[in-house]
C-alpha cells in the first residue's frame, strides 16, 4: 500500500521550494541591478528592486550561518551572489559594458556583507590563540610532507576507482569554473616591491600561463578536455551546475587577493593548493585512464601532476619559509592560510564528488544533462 510523507515533512519540503524560488528571484533580480548603467547613481528608482534582493539577503545570510533548514540553499545563493561581483575584479574579453559597475559603492556594501558573515563562520573552525603559539616553520614541514601523498581519502577513492563516462564530464564541467581562467587570482598578487620571494611568484605564474604562449598555457589543456568530450568551452557556461562549496574556494582566493594584509593567509592557501594538486589529480588522470578515455582526455592533470611537485617545493623553500622569517610576529597566518585552504578545497571535494556520483546514477549521456 501506499504511503504518503507525514505531514512535517510536506511541509519542510514545501518550505525548501518556496526559498529556492526566492533565491532565484533574488539573483534575478541581482543580474539586473549588476547591469544597469551608473547603479549608484539609479539606486532610488531602483528601490522596489533593492528592497526585496536586501530582504532576501538577510533571510539567507541567517540561513546560512545560523544552520537553519535551507542552510545548503542559502550558501549557494550566497557565493553565486558574491562570484558576480568578484569576477568583475577579471577582464573575460566580454562586453565592455559588463563593467560598467566594477567601482560600485552598493556592489561593495553586498559583498562586505557577504563576506563578513561568510568569513566569521570560516574562521570560528580555527582556535586562532592556539595558532599563533605554533612553531611555524616546522608545522608548515610537517604538513607538507603529509598532503603530498596522502591516504587515499573516500572522495579520492570514488574519483579514481568507481566514477563512470557521465560523472567525469560533470567533473569537466564543474573544475571549469576555475580550470579556463585558472591562477587569473593571483595576478593580483604580482605587484609591488621585487624580491627574491616576488620573483619565485613571478616564475610560477609565468608557468601557470605557458611563459607567455597560448599553446602552453593550462588553462589552454583544460580547454582540449572539454573539446575531447564536444563540451562547451566559454568560461561559466557550466555556472549552475557548481556547488557552493566549489565557489566558496574560488570567492576566497579573491578575497586574500584582494586584500594584501591576508598576504600571509594567501600564501599558506597557494602552499596547500600546490603540495595537494598532484595526489588528487592522480585520482582523475586515473580515472580517465580506466574508462580508457584518450589522453587528450587527460592532458591538463597530468601537466599538473608533474609540475606542481615542482611548484609546492618553490612555495615551501622559496615563498614560505623566507616569508617567516621576514614577519615573524605574524608567520602564524601562514599556518592559517594553509590549513583553511585544506578545510575549504577537501569541502569542495566531497561536493564535487556527490554531484558526480549524482550524474553516474541518473546514467546521463555526454553533455545533455547541463
Not at 70 to 88: G, H, K, M, P
Not at 156 to 162: A, E, S, V
Not at 314 to 328: G, N, R, S, V
Not at 351 to 362: I, K
Request: glycine share 6%; proline share 3%.
Amino acid at each position: 500500500m501506499k504511503t504518503s510523507k507525514p505531514v512535517t515533512g510536506q511541509i519542510l519540503d514545501g518550505f525548501k521550494e518556496e526559498t529556492r524560488l526566492n533565491y532565484d528571484t533574488a539573483e534575478t533580480q541581482f543580474t539586473t541591478l549588476l547591469g544597469t548603467e551608473a547603479l549608484d547613481q539609479n539606486l532610488g528608482r531602483l528601490h522596489p528592486i533593492t528592497c526585496d534582493f536586501e530582504q532576501t539577503l538577510a533571510q539567507a545570510l541567517i540561513a546560512a550561518y545560523q544552520d537553519k533548514p535551507d542552510s545548503e540553499t542559502a550558501q549557494l545563493f550566497l557565493q553565486r551572489i558574491l562570484y558576480r561581483i568578484n569576477r568583475l575584479k577579471l577582464f573575460w574579453y566580454d562586453d565592455l559594458k559588463y563593467y560598467e559597475n566594477e567601482r560600485s559603492v552598493y556592489l561593495q556594501r553586498i559583498r562586505d556583507q557577504i563576506e563578513t558573515a561568510w568569513q566569521a563562520w570560516e574562521m570560528s573552525c580555527f582556535d586562532l590563540s592556539a595558532l599563533k603559539e605554533i612553531n611555524v616553520d616546522e608545522s608548515l614541514i610537517a604538513m607538507s610532507r603529509e598532503d603530498l601523498d596522502p591516504e587515499p581519502s573516500e572522495s579520492g577513492l570514488f574519483f579514481r576507482d568507481q566514477m563512470g563516462a557521465a560523472g567525469y564530464r560533470r567533473l569537466l564541467a564543474i573544475t571549469s569554473l576555475d580550470g579556463l581562467v585558472e591562477a587569473s587570482q593571483m595576478s593580483r598578487m604580482l605587484g609591488g616591491v621585487a624580491n627574491e620571494v616576488h620573483t619565485t611568484l613571478t616564475k610560477l605564474f609565468l608557468e601557470e600561463y605557458g611563459g607567455g604562449r597560448l599553446s602552453r598555457k593550462h588553462s589552454t589543456f583544460f580547454e582540449a578536455m572539454l573539446i575531447e568530450f564536444d563540451m562547451k568551452t566559454i568560461p561559466e557556461a557550466y555556472f549552475k551546475v557548481v556547488p557552493w562549496e566549489v565557489l566558496a574556494g574560488i570567492n576566497h582566493s579573491f578575497l586574500l587577493t584582494e586584500r594584501k594584509r591576508h598576504f600571509l593567509r594567501y600564501i599558506g592557501g597557494l602552499l596547500y593548493t600546490e603540495i595537494s594538486v598532484p595526489s588528487s589529480f592522480r585520482n582523475y588522470s586515473a580515472a580517465a585512464k580506466r574508462l580508457e578515455f584518450p589522453q587528450r582526455a587527460t592532458g591538463y592533470w597530468d601537466l599538473h601532476i608533474k609540475e606542481d611537485a615542482r611548484h609546492g617545493r618553490w612555495m615551501l623553500d622559496d615563498i614560505a619559509l623566507p616569508l617567516l622569517k621576514k614577519y615573524p610576529a605574524d608567520a602564524w597566518e601562514l599556518v592559517l592560510g594553509y590549513k583553511q585552504q585544506r578545510l575549504i578545497s577537501h569541502r569542495a571535494g566531497k561536493a564535487t564528488a556527490r554531484a558526480t556520483r549524482m550524474a553516474d546514477s541518473e546514467n546521463i549521456k555526454s553533455n545533455k544533462f547541463f
